[in-house]
């Protein structure tokens, strides 16, 4: 069934949706997603999306204690799970940061509360009223949204459908177990070669996670993303480390990652920053027209009273906007003692969150949450408010550089958590749409796992930091109070942390590194404004800027699975045709358009079981690591070479492929008909640079 046929629930159905067992079993799976995440961000500096995982143990728990479980009661749970999932994303970025530039000495938790309520329902808010420009006018794609729905439903009917989304999740948690877990084999492939004085990079990040994304997105915005990424590493890093010198490092990869973190990731915030300017002022009359329609409704429009799309009510929304903008000016009142500044960071925040949770929700939209890149809109905000705090904090108030960072950091976390829940609620609402959820039910949801999330979020954090420190940096400065007498020391033989033992928390330490590099006059301008200028020139050129945008700020190596699956996709759904119609030269009949469309909607399937699989055994293994189980050194594995790592995620590609392709007509054989495609893919493509001659 596609889009276009309507939910798989119809509106005239009233279903259970939001019953007291979804409620209950929500907040529980919420709180869990909400502390295994918080972890693995700050042990790997990513966290992996919970709607598939949780939309997978809402059915596994609900349907093995009750029989007269809804689809739409299984979205509810997975809604709330997933909600606290993102939020600690927003959070684990920016709040440690804190304990990086030694403004705390350990998380405090009513602040920590504070910032992850006030953000986490500003985003949810604003997200609200953008549902309809995103999800039902643009119909952007939201891959883990589309394969969430794929989820529910195959669960829902059972069937083949089901049998075939089994087999996918297993092969996908076999997947993860081995790469995550026993750490077999690699979980990234990558090399650097010198030539000259400059180097050339490849690699890629071995996930079938990503190449699912890639199929579910297709060809055009996966080769988009991956542009972008080969605009960043084989253009830009090569270019600055032949003008500027490459960094010492343990390898040339390593050396050429060094050089994109320090420097070309910020053309691609400069570049994010100028495409979500362009991208919300090229929509200002549908914004403007979806906003409009959602505060008055004609009463003669018959869409807006039909049960999938009753929104919460725009008045009450924007209510309690108000409300939240005026409980942050207090917070930030409280905190900094600075009437000013407080009001200017209140009004700064509301217009800023609501710029960034438009450019999370529509990012989320092309390439899926758990790829959005919420540190490089954490990023953008910085350069924002350090702008803002300089302004008012130093030139006007006079405040001391402590003070400066630390506002600072109050209104970047906020943004921050906002931009992190308004990629997720997007998803999940494009879930709902599909299968046919009240959306006023499924925000109250939304709530109720942003509300759970706030509470748990502080003490995980607080707990992590205790037990092994939440960075190097800040393990170092504990371990010096300590020799000071400042703190006490630990329950250790010397009394001291192990430094080696910290977590790494990436982003925590970048975002400390700007906050301090800004106020001492040391901040990476150029290659924003440049990315801002290349963005210009992308416009210029009418291309999507803000997904060339996002594969120049995520390394290579995660837009090429992502460009792979948009490839499967591709030739998949060309092999439909050509054992359909016997040609690709001309317009493709209905008849193959529907095999084409029944051979996607399989790969679809598959790709979610895939991404479920992966993500469950990812916070799986970020419990087992916090109860301190490392399998692989329980086991004795080691490590196959990267040829071997390269293989073995082959072999997984095939299956993918094989897999998907069990819906194509029968009479043809699968190599031939995928060689033939490409073949006609790449002389178009060529043919495509050829002028015309007349």
Not at 134 to 161: K, N, W
Not at 319 to 346: D, E
Not at 405 to 417: D, N, P, W
Request: charged share 15%; hydrophobic share 55%; aromatic share 10%.
């Amino acid at each position: 069934m596609s889009e276009l046929d309507g939910p798989y629930i119809p509106a005239d159905e009233q279903p259970l949706e939001l019953t007291l067992r979804a409620i209950l079993v929500g907040i529980v799976l919420g709180v869990l997603m909400t502390a295994a995440n918080a972890y693995l961000g700050l042990y790997a500096g990513m966290t992996v999306s919970a709607s598939i995982p949780a939309a997978v143990m809402s059915m596994l728990i609900l349907r093995s204690m009750f029989k007269d479980v809804s689809i739409l009661e299984n979205n509810a749970v997975q809604t709330m799970a997933s909600a606290g999932e993102s939020l600690a994303a927003g959070v684990i970025f920016t709040v440690p940061a804190m304990l990086v530039i030694g403004i705390w000495v350990e998380i405090q938790w009513f602040p920590t509360l504070a910032i992850a309520l006030l953000g986490g329902l500003l985003g949810t808010m604003f997200t609200i009223a953008l549902r309809r420009l995103f999800i039902v006018e643009e119909a952007l794609p939201y891959p883990e949204g589309v394969a969430c729905r794929e989820v529910l439903v195959a669960g829902e009917e059972g069937g083949s459908g089901a049998l075939a989304i089994v087999y996918a999740l297993g092969i996908g948690a076999l997947y993860g177990l081995m790469v995550k877990g026993f750490k077999v084999v690699h979980s990234e492939a990558e090399s650097a070669f010198e030539v000259f004085k400059t180097r050339i990079y490849a690699g890629m990040d071995l996930s079938v996670a990503l190449l699912s994304v890639g199929f579910i997105v297709g060809i055009r915005i996966a080769s988009f993303i991956f542009l972008g990424g080969v605009i960043g590493y084989a253009i830009l890093v090569p270019l600055v480390g032949f003008l500027n010198g490459w960094p010492q490092s343990d390898t040339l990869a390593k050396g050429f990652y060094t050089l994109w973190l320090e420097q070309v990731r910020y053309v691609g915030v400069g570049a994010m920053v100028v495409g979500g300017i362009y991208t919300l002022w090229s929509m200002r009359k549908t914004i403007f027209t979806g906003l409009k329609k959602s505060f008055v409704q004609n009463d003669s429009d018959d869409e807006y009273h039909l049960r999938t799309e009753k929104d919460l009510p725009m008045k009450w929304v924007a209510m309690v906007c108000g409300i939240l903008v005026v409980l942050t000016f207090f917070f930030y009142w409280y905190i900094t003692g600075s009437l000013i500044l407080s009001l200017a960071g209140a009004l700064f925040l509301a217009i800023v969150s609501f710029f960034f949770a438009a450019v999370a929700g529509y990012i989320a939209g092309v390439v899926g949450s758990s790829n959005s890149p919420v540190s490089g809109m954490t990023i953008a905000t910085l350069l924002f408010t350090v702008g803002l705090v300089w302004i008012v904090g130093s030139y006007f108030l006079g405040l001391g550089q402590e003070e400066l960072m630390y506002a600072t950091l109050l209104i970047a976390a906020i943004v921050a958590s906002s931009a992190a829940i308004a990629g997720d609620v997007m998803q999940d609402l494009k879930t709902g749409h599909m299968v046919g959820a009240t959306p006023w039910r499924q925000q109250i949801a939304e709530i109720v796992g942003v509300i759970t999330g706030a509470f748990v979020i502080g003490p995980t954090i607080a707990l992590l930091h205790k037990a092994f420190q939440i960075s190097s940096t800040a393990c170092i400065a504990t371990n010096e109070r300590i020799v000071a007498g400042v703190q006490e020391p630990i329950d250790t033989p010397d009394g001291f942390y192990n430094c080696n033992d910290a977590l790494f928390a990436p982003q925590a330490e970048l975002i400390g590194a700007i906050v301090k590099g800004a106020f001492a006059g040391d901040i990476n301008l150029p290659m924003v404004f440049l990315g801002a200028a290349l963005a210009v020139v992308l416009i210029r050129l009418s291309m999507p800027v803000m997904s060339v945008a996002i594969g120049i700020y995520l390394p290579l190596k995660l837009s090429v699975p992502i460009m792979l699956g948009g490839i499967l996709s591709s030739l998949a759904i060309g092999s439909a045709y050509l054992r359909v119609d016997g040609t690709l030269d001309r317009e493709p009949s209905k008849e193959a358009k529907q095999a084409a469309y029944e051979v996607e909607s399989r790969g679809v399937l598959i790709g979610a079981g895939f991404i479920a699989g992966e993500s469950i055994l990812g916070v799986l293994i970020a419990v087992l690591i916090v109860l301190n189980i490392n399998l692989d050194e329980v086991f004795g594995i080691n490590e196959l070479p990267q040829s071997l790592s390269l293989l073995f995620f082959a072999w997984f590609v095939g299956v993918f492929l094989w897999l998907a392709t069990r819906a194509l007509p029968s009479g043809g054989n699968l190599g031939k008909d995928i060689l033939t495609t490409a073949s006609h893919a790449l002389k178009k493509f060529v043919r495509s640079f050829i002028p015309n001659s007349k």
